[in-house]
C-alpha cells in the first residue's frame, strides 16, 4: 500500500511539472461531453471515447481521453481514470481549455487520493487568475475544486475565499447556494482565528463574513439578542452577499425563536454523583442567563433516583405540561425511550441508546462518550503523519469497547494497530512498557549471542521495538504519572503518546504533572479555559474534581442545546462552540463533540496551537 501511495505522488509531480511549462495555444478540438449526472452514465460511455480516440489525432484525440477520464471518475472508476490520463504525453499542444480541463481531472484524482496540496498546486497553476475568454463553467470547477482542496487542508479562510471568487462567476441564483457553502466552512473556523485575523483582510467580502461570523458566536447563547446582532450587522454591511441573501440557517433563527420551548422537565437522579452534578451545570446555565436579562423557559425538576421503569414519570412531566424533556441520565432509562414509535414532545436524553436502533423523530441524545474522545484522539495522530499505533489499556471488560472503537477506526483511516499491553495495579508498570515495546525479545537476542561470543567482546544495549510511531495510552493522571517514565526507561520516551480526558486532573498540579509531559490529549473547554459561569460555579457550589466538573459542563450545554436542536438537525454543518466541545448532530439525532486539542508541558495543560494555517491564504486574500 505504502508503494502504490509513493508512485501516485510522483505521478502527481510529474503532472505539475508539465502543467507549469503550458502555454500554448492551438485551434479548439472538437466539443467536450457535458455531463450532467452519474445516472445519464452508460457503462461503456468511457469505452466509446476510447475507441474513438484510438482513431483520432491530436488535438481530437486528448478530447476524448479526457471525456473518458471525466466519466470513469464520474462512475467512480479511478484507477482506470488515472490508466487514462497517462496516455496523454503532449500537454503544452493542447489549446489552453483543454490544459485547464486536464489540470482540473488531474487535481480531481489527486484529492481523491488524499492528496489535497498536489492537487493546489495543479490547479494554482493551472488558472492564476479568472480569464473572460475561458469557459466559463470550466473556471468554476477548478475554483471551486481548490475551496474543496483547502477545506481538506482544514484551512477554511482560505476555502472561503475561493468560494469568495467564485461568486464572481456564478448566476444570483448559484450565488445563494454559494452563501450557504461560505458559511458551512467558516462554522469550522475557530473562534479565536475569527478574531486575530479579521483585522488583517483587506477584503470586503471576507472580512464582512467573518465579522458576521463573530456575531453569530458571540450571541449563541441567547436567540433573541443573537437575531438582533445578526440586523445590526445587516445594517452595517448593505452591500454585502450575506446582508442581501442571508445563509438560510441564519433566517430560520427567527423560526428557532417563535417556536422555543416554554416549560421543560429535567429528569435527572438527584441522589447519584452524576445527576447532582448535571444538575448543577443546568440550573446554573439558567440562572446565568435569567441574571443576564434572557428569556428562558420554565424548568421542573423531576427526581429519577430509584426509578426503574422511566415511562410513568416521563408521561407525567408531558401530562404536567412540558413541552420538551431533558433527561434521563441512565443508559436504560435511554433504550426504553429510544424504543417509542414517536416522541409527544421533543426529548433530549442525557446518555446514548443503542447505536442499532433508529430513533423516533424528536428524539435526541447527548453525553460524554467516550468514542467522540477516542475518535478525535485517532485522528489528531493520523494528521500528524503517525501509521502504527501501540496500545496501553487498563485490564477489565469496561475497557474493551474503548480497544475496539480505537481499533476500528484506526484501521478505517489505513493505520495498523502494531502492539498491544494492558495494565492493572497489581503488575508493575515496567513489565508492562517492557512487553509493549518487545525489549524482552532484545533481550532474548542478547541471551542467544552470550552463548556464542565471550562475554568479554559483548556490549549490550536493549532496544525497543521500531515500527511503533506512537502509543495510545489509556490512563488516570496517577498511572499516567508513573506509565510516562517507565517508556522513558525502556527507550521509549521520544515516542508521541496520545490520551483521553481523564489523564488530567483538571487542577494547577506542575510538580506531579511534570511526569506527563508531552502527553497529548484533547479535554473540554470548560476543563481547559476559563470559562466565567465555571468560575461563578465553583465559588457557589463545593469544590470538583475535573470528572465532575465535565458532567456540569454537560449540565450547561444541555440547557444551551434546547433551543437550538431544530436548527443542528436541519442544518447539519450547524456547530455550536459549548461547554463540553465544539457541538454539532449526527444523521441518528445524537449530538457529536469535538474537544480541545492539549499537551503537557513543564507540568501544565497547554492547549495546542491551532493546526489551521492560513496565513499564505490571508495574505493572497482577493
Keep these: 500500500m505504502r508503494l502504490i501511495a509513493v508512485s501516485k505522488s510522483l505521478f502527481f509531480t510529474f503532472l505539475l511539472s508539465v502543467l507549469i511549462a503550458c502555454g500554448s495555444t492551438q485551434p479548439a478540438p472538437a ?86 496540496e498536489t492537487a493546489l498546486a495543479l490547479l494554482r497553476n493551472a488558472l492564476s487568475e479568472l480569464r473572460p475568454d475561458l469557459d466559463n463553467s470550466l473556471q468554476q ?259 474493551l469497547r474503548i480497544r475496539d472503537t480505537f481499533t476500528r477506526h484506526w484501521t478505517e483511516l489505513g493505520g495498523e494497530v502494531v502492539s498491544d499491553a494492558t495494565f492493572s495495579s497489581a503488575n508493575p508498570y515496567s513489565e508492562v512498557v517492557s512487553e509493549l515495546m518487545s525489549i524482552g525479545a532484545s533481550e532474548a537476542r542478547a541471551a542467544q549471542l552470550r552463548t556464542l561470543l565471550p562475554r568479554s567482546s559483548l556490549y549490550f544495549t536493549p532496544r525497543r521495538r521500531q515500527d511503533i510511531d506512537f502509543i495510545f495510552m489509556l490512563a488516570s493522571p496517577l498511572e499516567g504519572r508513573q506509565i510516562k517514565p517507565a517508556l522513558a526507561f525502556h527507550f521509549a520516551g521520544d515516542v508521541p503518546v496520545y490520551s483521553m480526558p481523564g489523564i488530567y486532573d483538571g487542577g494547577a498540579n506542575p510538580v506531579a504533572n511534570r511526569d506527563l509531559n508531552g502527553v497529548i490529549f484533547t479535554d473540554s473547554p470548560w476543563v481547559l479555559q476559563n470559562d466565567p459561569l465555571r468560575e461563578t460555579l465553583n465559588r457557589v457550589l463545593p469544590a470538583a474534581a475535573s470528572n465532575v466538573q465535565r458532567l456540569r459542563a454537560m449540565g450547561v450545554d444541555s440547557f444551551r442545546l434546547y433551543a437550538r436542536l431544530g436548527q443542528l438537525e436541519i442544518f447539519p454543518s450547524t456547530r455550536i462552540q459549548g461547554a463540553t466541545g465544539t457541538l454539532s448532530m449526527q444523521r441518528n439525532g445524537s449530538i457529536k463533540r469535538e474537544l480541545l486539542e492539549a499537551r503537557f508541558v513543564n507540568g501544565a495543560a497547554a492547549l495546542a496551537d491551532a493546526r489551521n494555517d492560513d496565513s499564505a491564504a490571508i495574505a493572497a486574500s482577493r
Design 141 to 399: 470547477r477548478v475554483v471551486e475544486l481548490r475551496s474543496r482542496a483547502y477545506y481538506e487542508q482544514h484551512q477554511y479562510i482560505a476555502a472561503v475565499r475561493e468560494r469568495l471568487l467564485l461568486a464572481t462567476l456564478q448566476s444570483p441564483a448559484e450565488q445563494i447556494i454559494n452563501n450557504d457553502s461560505i458559511w458551512q466552512i467558516l462554522s469550522l473556523v475557530p473562534v479565536s482565528d475569527l478574531e486575530i485575523r479579521g483585522s488583517a483582510i483587506n477584503s470586503y467580502e471576507l472580512r464582512g463574513w467573518l465579522e458576521l461570523a463573530q456575531v453569530v458566536n458571540a450571541n449563541q447563547n441567547d436567540i433573541k439578542q443573537q437575531i438582533q446582532a445578526v440586523e445590526l450587522w445587516r445594517s452595517k454591511w448593505i452591500q454585502h452577499a450575506a446582508a442581501r441573501n442571508l445563509p438560510e440557517s441564519l433566517t430560520f433563527v427567527h423560526q428557532l425563536w417563535e417556536n422555543r420551548a416554554q416549560r421543560i422537565a429535567l429528569l435527572i437522579p438527584l441522589e447519584e454523583p452524576a445527576g447532582k452534578a448535571v444538575n448543577e451545570g443546568f440550573l446554573g446555565a439558567w440562572y446565568d442567563a435569567l441574571g443576564k436579562g434572557q428569556e428562558v423557559p420554565e424548568i421542573t425538576v423531576y427526581d429519577t433516583s430509584m426509578i426503574t421503569d422511566i415511562m410513568p414519570i416521563y408521561q407525567l412531566a408531558v401530562e404536567q405540561g412540558a413541552d420538551m424533556v431533558i433527561g434521563p441520565l441512565r443508559k436504560e432509562s435511554v433504550r426504553e425511550l429510544q424504543s417509542l414509535r414517536a416522541m409527544p414532545v421533543p426529548t433530549l436524553a442525557l446518555n446514548y441508546g443503542d447505536a442499532e436502533q433508529p430513533s423516533p423523530q424528536g428524539f435526541y441524545q447527548f453525553g460524554l462518550a467516550p468514542e467522540d474522545e477516542i475518535i478525535q484522539a485517532a485522528d489528531l495522530a493520523w494528521a500528524a503523519g503517525h501509521r502504527n499505533a501501540a496500545l496501553l489499556i487498563p485490564q477489565g471488560e469496561q475497557y
Design 31 to 116: 466539443p467536450a461531453i457535458t455531463i450532467e449526472s452519474r445516472e445519464s452514465v452508460s457503462a461503456d460511455s468511457a469505452e466509446r471515447q476510447l475507441q474513438m480516440a484510438a482513431n483520432a489525432v491530436s488535438p481530437e484525440r486528448e478530447e476524448y481521453l479526457l471525456n473518458a477520464i471525466e466519466l470513469l471518475l464520474l462512475a467512480d472508476r479511478n484507477a482506470e481514470a488515472e490508466d487514462v490520463v497517462t496516455r496523454i504525453t503532449d500537454i503544452t499542444s493542447l489549446p489552453e481549455s483543454s490544459q485547464l480541463r486536464y489540470a482540473l481531472l488531474s487535481g480531481e484524482m489527486a484529492l481523491r487520493n488524499g492528496a489535497a
